[in-house]
């Protein structure tokens, strides 16, 4: 108990500071945002100076004027309270609504191709460490190699090529058809499924190959294990000692990495997202970017990275679960 | 010059780090001598626009009838060098703060550590894009500079787990004892025994620092004075529309082709240095 309560408050400091840059970004940086706008805003000769003080704190929910101390103080408590300020690019539109419609797709592509590729990892890589000698195993590993050299953005370009432009099998923007009720129902989920199925697909590709290559230098050495040697010498079925004896000690230290794995994800599914017009986190950040939509874009930061950190704090007791040696520590 | 030699001894045995090794090279000289031969020209003439492979263009024209083949040589120069940059950054901060909390121990080990820990947990790209969008500079040395500031924490963890291990050993302490300095004793018997570990580190870092950077200016969010692939692939995106004609292919895919293939070559040669500095993954 007492791990897993000083893991969440670390948890939440790594929030704390990622809100902490998130204000040293906008507020103090030479030519930052809040000065920009308020200047703008003046330049416009359109508002008094006093409207540009409440337009600046509607946006970004600082007032100006006050000690910098106390904005620091101001921006941390609305953030706590989940009031990101205001959108530029969608005006009339809280940032947070934006984003907390956004962020259940991203979460939905990250996940899904996140279990889908550690599980076949896994299992091509137990094959592949066990028939380590044959011509096909090496053929494979030597797949897995190139296919984990890719980058993202260049199988998410590609399939974008050659699946959604030139043959039209897979949609692209949006998170479903605008022709289905969003619910419950089956043409709806069809839909989800279908427009998903690109930024996964692209997910799984990258991924599959770190995974299985992990797995399988992680099952040889376990292979090698005195513990091993004595199963086999006891009669044991190779199945299960496969299953259970290399198997599970084989796979902790690839669970270790998948928080790391969720982090390198999230920030890949900006391209992918982006790519795809699929309305996720990572596709809304692109958007404020291009657009100069600083609420917006710090918002998406600071959500992104929550959810990050969130995640690393969720493997880490699965971790935990898992291994009961780093309860000790 | 033994490294060397023992690198060759490395690279003769096996023909996979052989391949990674020589895709290294030929990048590094392309890059280096490459713009010499080339010229691209900046006259836009849209009636050659998208010509297939030939003798005179031997990856065809992009939209505007530019060589292909003398853009990606172009491209490769800013790629590498932001790249190198970025990755010296990291592994020169990574090395620091990892020796410095290995001998330094107690509260300033702790705090070191747990400002890694924080830059390991935070998903690097949206805090690169963050930073990027705000600075706003073309200069290589700011885009590399922002590209290593998430880079290091993973290397200083392990120098110092290194150095702690290392403290301990006898060689150390005899050098102690002898009375050399602490700066005597980190440089010349430290560092060597996790040159290794630092090469790996290195070579990786480029990959990664390729992937962010390459990324960066694909979305349009790095800004840029020349072109380079990411720039390239931008424009075969979003504004020349190449992505939506097959006349284009070899356009759009010759950066995309010059990017995996790099990438290819330092996985290969990594994972061969992998398993030479471990050889625990040794196939048994």
Request: aromatic share 12%; charged share 10%; hydrophobic share 55%.
């Amino acid at each position: 108990m007492a791990y897993i309560a000083r893991r969440f408050g670390v948890s939440l400091f790594i929030i704390y500071v990622v809100i902490t840059i998130s204000f040293f970004l906008i507020r103090l940086m030479p030519g930052n945002a809040v000065d920009f706008l308020y200047f703008q805003l003046l330049a416009s000769h359109t508002v008094s100076p006093q409207q540009a003080l409440q337009q600046v704190q509607s946006l970004y929910g600082v007032n100006m004027k006050e000690p910098l101390l106390l904005q620091y103080v101001q921006y941390i408590w609305n953030m706590i309270h989940g009031s990101l300020g205001n959108s530029i690019l969608y005006p009339g539109t809280s940032v947070l609504h934006i984003l907390m419609n956004a962020l259940p797709w991203t979460i939905l592509i990250v996940s899904t191709s996140l279990i889908i590729s550690f599980f076949i990892g896994i299992s091509i890589g137990t094959l592949i460490a066990y028939f380590r000698k044959s011509k096909f195993a090496v053929l494979v590993s030597t797949i897995m190699t190139v296919l984990s050299a890719i980058p993202n953005y260049i199988v998410a370009i590609i399939l974008l090529y050659l699946l959604a432009d030139i043959h039209h099998i897979f949609p692209t923007g949006g998170a479903y058809s605008p022709e289905v009720a969003p619910g419950w129902n089956i043409p709806f989920l069809f839909s989800v499924a279908r427009h998903a199925a690109l930024p996964v697909i692209v997910f799984i590709i990258t991924q599959v190959g770190g995974w299985s290559l992990g797995m399988k230098s992680s099952v040889v050495s376990a292979l090698g294990e005195e513990y091993i040697t004595s199963a086999h010498s006891h009669g044991i079925g190779s199945r299960r000692i496969i299953q259970s004896y290399v198997g599970r000690n084989a796979i902790l230290p690839l669970v270790t990495s998948l928080g790391l794995s969720i982090g390198f994800m999230v920030g890949g599914s900006v391209f992918i997202e982006t790519l795809f017009n699929y309305p996720g986190i990572g596709f809304f950040l692109i958007t404020a970017v291009n657009g100069r939509d600083y609420p917006l874009m710090m918002g998406a930061f600071i959500i992104v990275t929550s959810a990050v950190v969130l995640a690393n704090f969720l493997t880490d007791l699965i971790n935990q679960r898992l291994d009961p040696r780093t309860m000790q520590k | 010059m033994s490294g060397f030699r023992e690198l060759w001894r490395i690279l003769r045995r096996n023909p996979s780090a052989m391949l990674g090794f020589g895709i290294i090279v030929f990048y590094l000289l392309m890059a280096s001598i490459g713009p010499l031969f080339v010229h691209v020209s900046n006259i836009e003439n849209p009636l050659a626009a998208y010509e297939p492979a030939s003798w005179a263009h031997l990856l065809g024209t992009d939209y505007a009838g530019r060589d292909t083949l003398a853009e990606i040589v172009d491209g490769s120069t800013p790629v590498l060098i932001v790249a190198v940059i970025a990755s010296t950054f990291s592994v020169v901060i990574g090395v620091i703060i990892g020796l410095v909390a290995g001998f330094l121990g107690g509260v300033g080990d702790n705090i070191l550590m747990r400002i890694a820990d924080i830059f390991l947990t935070i998903p690097s790209l949206p805090l690169v894009i963050v930073i990027v969008t705000f600075i706003q500079s073309s200069s290589p040395f700011v885009l590399a500079a922002v590209i290593a500031v998430t880079g290091w924490a993973g290397l200083s963890r392990s120098v110092r787990a290194q150095a702690l291990s290392l403290a301990k050993r006898d060689f150390v302490e005899a050098a102690q004892v002898q009375g050399l300095s602490l700066y005597n004793i980190l440089i010349r018997q430290l560092l060597p025994n996790i040159g290794s570990y630092v090469a790996m580190n290195f070579l990786l870092g480029i990959s990664g620092a390729i992937y962010a950077e390459v990324g960066l200016f694909l979305l349009g969010i790095a800004p840029f004075t020349a072109s380079n692939w990411g720039v390239m692939l931008n424009f075969a995106i979003n504004q020349a529309g190449s992505i939506y004609t097959s006349q284009s292919m070899l356009y759009l895919f010759s950066p995309m082709v010059a990017i995996v293939l790099l990438q290819v070559g330092f996985v290969l040669f990594t994972r061969a240095l992998d398993q030479l500095f471990n050889p625990r993954l040794r196939t048994q």
